[in-house]
């Protein structure tokens, strides 16, 4: 029989990309919104220590029950509410999805966003509702909540702030989609470090909110945490569809060493904060480049040509994100790097202009 995948593979798979990441081996690499800072030698000592002891010959503890205690006091995680853990936010993101996917169920989220939530719709066979920003990247809030209102989404995804645009839209309009929800509402705070403003705390009133988190942008993307909170009701569904040792026991490990050193990272990301408002004026004084406000560790631009300034960056060994499209027209997303890094960034940059 000769091996034919179209035949047997299910057409919405026949159908997606796989997620592509571009080769970066000795380049700036500036595209993936990494902290750029690694953890100071003796910390790595004493974690290489802590690696050291552990019994890798046994299954990790399947719900990582130590590292979820340590979350819920380091991030203020309000009592009554529990946390699920996932192999990265990724992991999550799919769960909630495949939980919630019943037969024509739709996700609702504004876009451009993370390109996940669209992702994962489509692979669980969800009605997926994309309502666009306006053209300043800002939300309509009255015209979401009127599409939740036709649409009825079992799943809405609002990234807060919002990856590519750095975006943080107003509370009041998050807290308008909270109140017209009839479905789960995630909040995904990956970059709650760069923008010092969460409703973790206002988890106790929204029985539909869920806030999605993940150490990834804080300095930790090799790892792979993601943590979820919200009420044990949903917190339990959730934790059926998750694979038995989604989180391994080095990252469990590695986490909650992390965490008792929490300081470190966020003294980290006051630096990459402090760096993005420097670089952020210093691209908008280039000539045509238009930098969107952020909240988050990188910068939106709008350029005259984003193909050509994307070219010419690399050529320069400076590897940015090109989203150059019908929806993000001459759009380029740099993360904020150390100092050192947005010099050589700037000057590429402004020969990449010519
Ligand atoms: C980067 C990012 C994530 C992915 O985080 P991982 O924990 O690394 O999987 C999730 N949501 C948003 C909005 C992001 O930008």
């Known amino acids: 029989m000769p091996l034919n995948p179209q035949e047997l593979v299910r057409p919405e798979i026949l159908a997606a990309k796989a997620y592509e990441v571009p080769e970066a081996e000795g380049m700036v690499k500036l595209d993936a919104m990494e902290n750029p800072y690694s953890l100071p030698p003796e910390m790595r000592r004493e974690l290489a220590e802590v690696l050291c002891g552990l019994e890798l010959n046994r299954y990790p503890e399947p719900t990582g029950k130590k590292l979820r205690d340590a979350l819920a006091r380091r991030m203020q995680v309000p009592a009554g509410m529990e946390l699920l853990l996932g192999n990265g936010s990724d992991d999550l993101i799919q769960i909630i999805t495949f939980t919630l996917a019943r037969p024509g169920a739709a996700m609702m989220y504004p876009v451009p966003t993370f390109v996940m939530y669209g992702a994962n719709a489509r692979l669980s066979g969800m009605k997926a509702v994309a309502v666009p920003l306006r053209d300043d990247f800002s939300l309509d809030a009255g015209a979401f909540v009127e599409r939740m209102r036709a649409e009825r989404p079992a799943l809405v995804f609002i990234a807060y702030p919002n990856n590519p645009t750095g975006t943080l839209y107003p509370e009041e309009d998050v807290l308008a989609v909270l109140r017209a929800a009839e479905g789960v509402v995630v909040l ?55 694979q038995a040792y989604n989180v391994n026991a080095l990252t469990q490990a590695a986490a909650i060493y992390a965490l008792e050193h929490l300081e470190v990272l966020e003294e980290q990301a006051a630096r990459i904060r402090k760096e993005r408002a420097a670089l952020g004026a210093a691209l908008a004084a280039l000539p045509g480049v238009k930098v969107v406000p952020s909240e988050a560790n990188f910068l939106l631009l709008r350029v005259p040509d984003a193909d050509r300034a994307d070219a010419r960056l690399r050529r320069q060994g400076v590897l940015v994100k090109n989203l150059n499209g019908p929806s993000m027209p001459n759009c380029l997303r740099v993360t904020v790097g150390t100092p050192d890094e947005n010099r050589i960034l700037l000057t590429a940059f402004r020969e990449a202009l010519q």
């Open 188 to 242: 995904d705070e990956a970059y709650h470090v760069f923008a010092q403003k969460s409703f973790m705390p206002r988890l106790t009133e929204f029985p539909n909110l869920v806030v999605l988190r993940t150490v990834s942008k804080l300095g930790l993307a090799g790892i792979r945490l993601g943590y979820l909170a919200g009420r044990p009701e949903w917190i339990r569904e959730f934790n059926k569809a998750r």
